[in-house]
């Protein structure tokens, strides 16, 4: 018989954890490194950035170092408890990161541009902005050419990574155990004929956490930046397994037939959208899914909860141009999900993100 060595069992628990705690924490020292850095030259090129935020008070800032300490306990504690294999919590682009940390650099001065220009809606002119709505044509965080080439989505993940201090990937993890739970109700359909789909997948993290756990079941993306899908697909590809289908379509115009997917999973959309687009979505996500079926949101804490981080929450659109974000944070996600058809809503909040998961009724 084949025994296969599996590194993890030969490490003991303990040392895991502190090489786990050692690399979040570079993660975050590197995240305060380059903000204090890019703050400081921002301040130095933009009139008046100064007035654009407010400071946080001691206490918002201690409260934020102790809710990203218990993100990451709960990380821990979830790969312990076998919701994700502890490999998942190491894994990270480093070639990638240091390709193009220093493209991320070069890209500052075109933000400082368009911050000092009030210009928010900057496309080269290669970028194709035919066919695209309205409200997606901006630059959300500044990115050069917003979600709409290469370059943009070469940048995405490590910016990411910089603006939460190393904390982006564990947030996306919070989705697999509601994932999880929520395909128990097919434990009787073969996994492969499960069908997943993640939308607004951009560069393809969270559906690369996905395959991680369910490495048989039906995977699909769906994205409006093309450029995006291209960045997911290099992702997605470096492992063996099935390549998740990719397609680029609107979250309000879902190309699949109704209650197509036993579970849809969507980080980090829904403070991009404008309000109508919001409830669009939710309803063509409620359209799609299976009776019996789940929808997980995940997107940014909202005012009704996190009061604690109101500071953060005010600085955000205004420091990172997403205009769409303010409205977001008093908007009731429950009664759009609701007013689709979702039922049975349970909301939990995990730092700086927050998660909605609902069912489609039998
Ligand atoms: C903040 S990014 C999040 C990407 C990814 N889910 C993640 O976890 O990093 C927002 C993504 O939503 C996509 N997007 C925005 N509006 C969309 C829409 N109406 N339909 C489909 N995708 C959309 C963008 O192209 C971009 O990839």
Redesign the pocket.
Known sequence: MQSSLNIEQLIPESLTQTAYQAFQQGKALFGLAHKNMSNRLTRLFVPNWEKIGQPLSKEEFDQLQQGRIQLLETDWKDAQEGVYPTSLLFENPWNEFFLYYPAVLLDLPLSWQKIRDREYQNFSSQVEQDGY?NY?LQN?HYQTDG?LSDWSANL?DLQ?ELLFNGT?DPM?RRILKPLKKGLNAFSDVLPKQIRVL??????G??LKMIRTVFPKVSLFG????PA?LRKANQLLSETPEELPQLVQ????ELPYQDNYFHALTS???FH??PPQ?RQN?IEECFRVTKPGGIFIICDSIQAIDSPQFQTSMDNFPKMFHEPYYKHYTTDNLVERLEKAGFENIDVENHFMSKYWVAHKPV
């Open positions: 709505p997606y959300f979600y995405y990411v982006a996306r993640d939308v607004a997948c951009g560069t993290r969270s769906a994205d409006l930046s995006y379509a609107n979250g309000e980080v980090f959309l991009e959208l687009a979505v």
